[in-house]
């Protein structure tokens, strides 16, 4: 035991620094942890982020240094000067090899203090466009951020097709930059953990009072106007009347009061079809207690809940943003409407709320698909390979 613990003791630590600058532990939580176990097999980690943001969220509990400052995820000058500044004492000090910017903000504050620090590699992964929704002065001010971004960074992917091509188009990045990898997400989906599993099912309807018989509408999320949520509200309480077997579960953490306002929405004199959930370590057993999922949002890179969904064989509704195209074939496994508009949210939760034959038809096909592109084992070693090419090269990452 002795000579295991001695020898172990004796390997040589990794001689590439990487340093992940993100403004909250929660990213870090549900779409990074894999990445920085892998990272860590050729690479020494130290995190970045604000451990008061999001205070729910579990113990990290990663082969990494974790450093936390006030990083906002919201515009705070005087704050956000302040943590420019820390960072870059950082950066001068630590001498790392690359810095990666996890999200818009944070990606700014981390491509201009690593630009300043002369760090050497400089990596931002665009996952969906703050500004893409806005409109006027804001959408302005926060396009132009991007584009520094782009200008200040020396390697950018983008973490997916239809995101690169409206990053094309908007004049942030040139046809040369941004590549995806692969069909595109930030980190796949584990197809055994998520799958169908009814007697999980069952459980989860007895704990939540859902019966048997309704057909559960599952929304998995933060619970943010951006994210739509008060138009699939809107859009289920008039849904019911003519489908009144639908029941709708939201599940995530409350951001500006938002669980009030759904309640608002559909609490009325009728019976009580909905719950409400907050923050949840057991997103698969929430997809199994489900029958359609349902993204909303006015904005998205390429989410993770949508595989998540499809490999646990649910079909899924969602709204016909860039983002979503991706990971959701519309009419195959699920169905796109146009987002803002409540209207056709409530026909298309009506469609499938009413047919049974077509959901159980979409959630196989989704499985499908969530298993032949998105394997989370494959979409790792793509990252893997890339953050080899860049530390410790010649190795090619696989693009395309």
């Not at 892998?38 to 130290?46: D, G, K, P, Q, Y």
């Not at 987002?339 to 409530?346: C, F, S």
Request: proline share 5%; with cysteine; charged share 20%.
């Amino acid at each position: 035991m002795r000579t295991k613990e001695m020898k172990s003791s004796q390997l040589p630590r990794p001689s590439h620094r990487l340093c992940i600058v993100c403004a909250t532990p929660m990213m870090i939580h549900f779409f990074l942890k894999e990445h920085v176990h892998l990272l860590s097999e050729f690479a020494e980690i130290t995190i970045v982020t604000n451990m008061q943001n999001d205070p729910q969220t579990p113990a990290l509990n990663l082969p990494a240094r974790v450093i936390s400052l006030g990083l906002q995820r919201n515009i705070v000058l005087r704050k956000d000067i302040s943590s420019l500044m820390a960072l870059f004492a950082l950066l001068r000090r630590e001498k790392f090899d690359l810095i990666w910017g996890v999200g818009p903000k944070a990606g700014l504050l981390a491509m201009s203090a690593g630009w300043a620090a002369r760090i050497p590699k400089r990596l931002f992964i665009f996952q969906g466009e703050v500004w893409a929704n806005k409109s006027g002065m804001g959408r302005f001010v926060l396009k132009t951020m991007d584009r520094l971004i782009a200008r200040l960074a020396t390697h950018l992917l983008t973490v997916g097709h239809f995101e690169r091509e409206f990053l094309c188009q908007q004049g942030v990045l040139s046809r040369q930059q941004g590549p995806t990898l692969g069909r595109g997400s930030i980190a796949g989906v584990d197809t055994g953990k998520f799958h169908p599993d009814p007697v999980t099912r069952t459980e989860m309807r007895d704990r939540w009072g859902i019966p048997e018989d309704a057909v559960a509408v599952l929304f998995l999320g933060r619970l943010n106007a951006d994210k739509g949520i008060e138009d699939l509200a809107h859009a289920f309480h008039v849904a019911r009347k003519t489908c009144p077997r639908l029941w709708l579960l939201m599940v995530g953490p409350d951001e500006n009061g938002m669980a009030k306002r759904i309640n608002t929405i559909l609490d009325d004199a009728q019976e009580r079809r909905h719950t409400l959930i907050g923050f949840t370590e057991q997103p698969a057993a929430c997809f199994n207690a489900a029958d359609i999922f349902c993204l909303p949002s006015y904005r998205e890179g390429f989410p993770v809940s949508l595989l998540e969904a499809a490999a646990s064989g649910l079909p899924s509704i969602g709204s016909d943003i860039y983002g979503i195209r991706g990971a959701l074939i519309h009419g195959v496994t699920g169905l796109l409407f146009n987002a803002g508009n409540r209207e056709d949210l409530a026909d298309a939760l009506v469609r499938l709320g009413m047919d049974e034959a077509g959901r159980a038809a979409m959630g196989a096909s989704a499985r499908q698909y969530a298993k032949n592109h998105f394997e989370q084992d494959e979409v790792l070693a793509r990252y893997s390979s890339f953050f080899r090419q860049m530390l410790i090269g010649p190795k090619s990452a696989a693009i395309g």
